[in-house]
């Protein structure tokens, strides 16, 4: 919800919303700008008027003072979806069966980039790994890494399970980076049951992807930059530079970003996920991500009420079924499935 009014900014737009707003740097939901300055570039003004006729429109806010649930989005679709292949068809589940699941309970035009490649090759009759690999130029970019939280929830202090779980699930749309971001994400979520060492999640989670890959060397390079700079700005700095590059909803540089938010948040939640909103590029997921792995670490009982209270214990899914669904029942659905896990 944090990132979702500046999804696919740079971190320069970023700032300047907050800088006009007077909200800078980001310490609660975006807020809405009253008073926009006549210079005020289009995109801003354009951005900022379409939340707010999205707001009058749905009454469902994205902007502080607006919210009142968790707004619809993919990122929590594919997080629904995959309990449900989870209590369909349990830790067993084959990426066919991730397949199926999608041509069931997900539209066709609420998926996007690979996830949507993927879809139309199964409709087409492809089957894994050829749905991935077939007319999907995507399949690197984020759409697998934000579908990881799941299976790091249901494997609680088990990170190799959570990235086999993970793997089955990527392997559907996405290959090389594209899966490992899946991987590394859901086995830090994963080793958050496990210990509250910011450093040691980083480090379960890159003992899941080959050590030789361009996600790990990227990484390497957050773990380096922490170290050599006290603010979180010189590292994003370096992670523009090197990585800049890359489409800005691709894997690497976005997984970089939330690598920033974790280590340089130290565990505290709001820290750590409006370092990586402010960030700038896939800025909902990897807020979203950052979070999962924070809120893992302190439990739902410590988690800021400013944060929380908002959301009404509500989330919007176009999920078929779900819609205006009780977080803290699908957390229950969830943590049945964890226990049986643990058990077994």
Not at 224 to 234: A, E, L, P, S, V
Not at 254 to 282: C, F, P, R, W
Request: with cysteine.
């Amino acid at each position: 919800m944090l990132g979702k009014p500046v999804e696919g900014f740079n971190k320069n737009q970023v700032e300047l919303w907050l800088r006009i707003a007077n909200a800078y740097p980001l310490d609660n939901y975006f807020p809405p700008i009253r008073d926009m300055p006549d210079d005020a570039p289009k995109w801003l003004r354009d951005r900022v008027s379409q939340a707010e006729y999205a707001f009058k429109q749905t009454g469902v806010g994205v902007l502080r003072g607006q919210i009142s649930r968790v707004a619809r989005d993919d990122d929590i679709d594919y997080t629904i979806l995959n309990l449900y292949v989870l209590e369909h068809y349990r830790l067993e589940f084959t990426t066919v069966n991730i397949g199926e699941a999608w041509l069931t309970l997900l539209p066709y035009w609420q998926v996007y980039t690979a996830e949507r490649a993927a879809y139309r090759n199964l409709v087409n009759g492809l089957t894994p790994p050829e749905t991935a690999t077939y007319m999907n130029p995507y399949r690197e970019w984020i759409g697998a890494q934000i579908r990881a939280d799941m299976w790091g929830y249901v494997a609680p202090g088990n990170p190799e399970l959570a990235a086999e779980l993970a793997y089955k699930d990527a392997r559907l749309s996405h290959v090389k980076n594209g899966i490992y971001g899946e991987m590394l994400v859901s086995a830090m979520i994963s080793a958050a049951f496990a210990t509250d060492d910011v450093k040691e999640i980083v480090q379960a989670g890159l003992s899941v992807i080959p050590r030789n890959s361009r996600l790990a060397e990227a990484v390497k390079d957050v773990l380096n930059w922490r170290d050599k700079f006290d603010d979180w700005r010189d590292t994003l700095s370096r992670i523009y530079g090197k990585y800049g590059n890359y489409h800005s909803v691709h894997t690497i540089n976005n997984a970089a970003i939330v690598l920033m938010g974790l280590l340089y948040g130290e565990g505290d939640y709001e820290k750590s996920i409006t370092i990586s909103v402010m960030g700038g590029l896939d800025t909902d997921c990897n807020g979203a991500t950052v979070g999962s792995i924070v809120g893992v670490i302190l439990g739902a009982k410590a988690l800021p009420e400013k944060w929380i209270k908002p959301l009404n214990d509500t989330v919007e899914s176009y999920v078929v079924g779900y819609s205006g669904s009780k977080i803290s029942e699908l957390a229950e659905r969830t943590f049945k499935i964890a226990k049986k896990t643990i058990k077994a």
